[in-house]
Structure formats: C-alpha cells, structure tokens
C-alpha cells in the first residue's frame, strides 16, 4: 500500500455514496482529507464517522460547505481552505446528482441542474484549486460514468454531463502534464448510493431492461479500484469487468452495440405494450 502520510485529498461530493469510500480509503492510508458538499448535517456526520478511523492527536478530515456549480462560492471559500489546510496533492471530482427519465420528461431547469453541478461544477473547482497544485504537482480524477461513453435511455441530460467530464479530462490531462499534475476519469456502473436509489424512483422501464439483473457495486469495490487506477497512472479507470468490456466494444464496434441495445429496448417497449403500461 502506497503511503499517503503527507498527501491531502479535496474530495467534492465526499460526504455520501462513491465520495464518501474514497475519503474512507485515502484516511485509512494515512491522508488528511477535505470533505466538500452542500448539507453541513451530512458532512459533519461524515467527518465523525472518519475521525474516528484514525488514531493520532491531529484532525485528519475537515469539512467545507458550498455548492460546487456555484462559481463565487468556491472561488470565495476553497482558497480559504487552502490557506487553512494546505493545497491538495489529489483532487476528486465526486459531487454529481443524477436523474433518469424520458427526454420530455426532463424539463429545462432539471437539465441545467445536471450540466452546473456534474460538468460546470467540475470545471469551477478544477480552476480554483488547479493553480495551487503546480509547485508540488498531484493528481486530479473526476467523477464520469459508463453513461459518460454509451449514450444511456434515459439520461440524455446526465449523459450530455457525463460526456463532458470525459471530454474535460481529456483535453486537461495532456495540458497539465507540464506541471506534474495527472489526470484521470473515473467511470463506475451503477453503483448502491443514495444517488443510485434517487435516479430509480424516475428511471423509464427499458433502462431498467437494459441493467437487466446486474447487481450494482458497493462504493467500497468503487473506491478501491479508483485508488488502484490512480497509483497504476491511468488515465480511464473502469472499475468492474463489464464496463470494461462495454467500453472496448463501443470503441471497436459502435453499430454492434446500438444494434444489441435498440433490440432488448423493443423488447421491454413490447412487454409494456403487452402490459398496457406504453
Ligand atoms: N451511483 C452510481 O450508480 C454512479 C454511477 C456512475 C457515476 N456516478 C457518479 O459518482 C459521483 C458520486 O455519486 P454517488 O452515487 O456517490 O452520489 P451520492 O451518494 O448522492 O453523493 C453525491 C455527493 O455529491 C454532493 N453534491 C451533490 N450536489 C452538489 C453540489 N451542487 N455541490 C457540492 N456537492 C454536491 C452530495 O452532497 P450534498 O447533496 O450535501 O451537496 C454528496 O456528497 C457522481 O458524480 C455520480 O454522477 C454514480
């Protein structure tokens, strides 16, 4: 296991789901942390639950309110926290909402929601925090999905986010190579958070057909293959086998996959027709 005894993480989105287990892993392996979100309740909570993992007399978690797709608060108040706590060695991009439903079901203000906190409030922290990272260099993993390279039923407005972050990662790896600065893109499958149970409440029911009977994964498996990812240098770190091989058979046969995924979304239209429910 690496030593990350001197490494401070800025984790958004730390205080629940994927976050949350990665801010658990990185205290476990002896990194200060940042917990950054909305709810204090939730990040206080957070806080405990990872203070009491560790054993030494200094506080190893701090916590920072704001709303990362707003970009005067985080230029306002993540330099204070730099100032307070040092600058990161390691950045997550983890705070993301998702919501699937029918494309004309997704009104205009739900779509910018999804696009400011997943995309926008991507970039914000990235701007604030990146400069401060230079001198010592560090790595800088944002938060994607496998809805960030398969266009997903359902999530026209979570993929168009997805996508983005993808793209972000991209572009921003080869820039901030001169700096020391790495980059890269976690995509988990369905993963078992709040976030997860959140998105079924809406989900149409051929992308229910389309997860089929795939058990999600925990946020611990999540974290844990992120932190293998980022120590190995990679740059898209897919955790879990199948969307892994998602990912290679929409690089090499594109039409392959649309054609499997157009014909189990008939199926399932077929049996809500059957239902009565279409
Ligand atoms: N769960 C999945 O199946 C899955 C799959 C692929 C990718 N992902 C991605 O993984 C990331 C983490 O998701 P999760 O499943 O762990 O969700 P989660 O358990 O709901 O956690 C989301 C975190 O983001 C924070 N957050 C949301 N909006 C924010 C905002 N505007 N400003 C600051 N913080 C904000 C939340 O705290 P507050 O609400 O208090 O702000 C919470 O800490 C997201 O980017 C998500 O899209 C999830």
Same mark, same amino acid.
């Given at each position: 296991?690496? %030593?990350?005894?001197?490494?401070?993480?800025?984790?958004?989105? =730390?205080?629940?789901? @994927? /976050?949350?287990? *990665?801010?658990?892993?990185?205290?476990?392996?002896?990194? &200060?942390?940042?917990?950054?979100?909305?709810?204090?309740?939730?990040?206080?909570?957070?806080?405990?639950?990872?203070?009491?993992?560790?054993?030494?007399?200094?506080?190893?978690?701090?916590?920072?309110?704001?709303?990362?797709?707003?970009?005067?608060?985080?230029?306002?108040?993540?330099?204070?926290?730099?100032?307070?706590?040092?600058?990161? %060695?390691?950045?997550?991009?983890?705070?993301? $909402? /998702?919501?699937?439903?029918?494309?004309?079901?997704?009104?205009?203000?739900?779509?910018?929601?999804? $696009?400011? $906190?997943?995309? !926008?409030?991507?970039?914000?922290?990235?701007?604030?925090?990146?400069?401060?990272?230079?001198?010592? =260099?560090?790595?800088?993993?944002? !938060?994607?999905?496998?809805?960030?390279?398969? /266009?997903?039923?359902?999530?026209?407005?979570?993929?168009?986010?997805?996508?983005?972050?993808?793209?972000?990662?991209?572009?921003?790896?080869?820039?901030? +190579?001169?700096?020391?600065?790495?980059?890269?893109?976690?995509?988990?499958?369905?993963?078992?958070?709040?976030?997860?149970?959140?998105?079924?409440?809406?989900?149409?029911?051929?992308? &229910?057909?389309?997860?089929? &009977?795939?058990?999600?994964?925990?946020?611990?498996?999540?974290? +844990?293959?992120? $932190?293998?990812?980022?120590?190995?240098?990679?740059?898209? @770190? !897919?955790?879990?086998?199948?969307?892994?091989? @998602?990912?290679?058979?929409?690089?090499?046969?594109?039409? *392959?996959?649309?054609?499997?995924?157009?014909? *189990?979304?008939?199926?399932?239209?077929?049996?809500?027709?059957?239902?009565?429910?279409?």
């Amino acid at each position: 296991m690496k %030593d990350y005894s001197t490494k401070i993480a800025y984790i958004t989105g =730390g205080s629940s789901g @994927i /976050g949350l287990s *990665l801010a658990r892993e990185l205290v476990k392996r002896g990194a &200060k942390v940042v917990l950054i979100a909305r709810d204090r309740d939730r990040l206080e909570h957070a806080c405990n639950a990872l203070e009491s993992l560790t054993t030494g007399r200094h506080r190893n978690v701090s916590i920072v309110s704001l709303d990362v797709s707003n970009i005067d608060q985080v230029r306002e108040m993540l330099p204070k926290t730099v100032e307070l706590s040092g600058a990161p %060695d390691i950045l997550v991009n983890s705070a993301g $909402i /998702g919501y699937s439903n029918y494309f004309e079901r997704i009104p205009y203000e739900k779509f910018m929601d999804i $696009i400011n $906190i997943n995309l !926008i409030g991507t970039w914000n922290s990235i701007t604030v925090l990146e400069p401060y990272m230079r001198d010592k =260099g560090g790595t800088i993993v944002n !938060i994607s999905s496998i809805a960030g390279f398969l /266009g997903i039923f359902g999530s026209t407005a979570y993929s168009a986010s997805k996508f983005g972050v993808i793209g972000l990662s991209e572009a921003l790896r080869g820039e901030l +190579k001169r700096y020391g600065i790495s980059v890269s893109v976690l995509c988990p499958p369905d993963t078992d958070t709040p976030q997860l149970a959140e998105e079924n409440k809406t989900k149409p029911a051929e992308t &229910k057909a389309l997860s089929g &009977k795939a058990k999600p994964m925990s946020s611990e498996a999540v974290a +844990k293959a992120c $932190i293998r990812g980022m120590e190995k240098g990679k740059f898209m @770190i !897919i955790p879990g086998s199948s969307g892994k091989v @998602i990912y290679l058979e929409k690089r090499l046969f594109p039409s *392959l996959v649309n054609w499997r995924i157009d014909i *189990l979304i008939q199926r399932a239209q077929r049996d809500l027709k059957k239902n009565g429910i279409y």
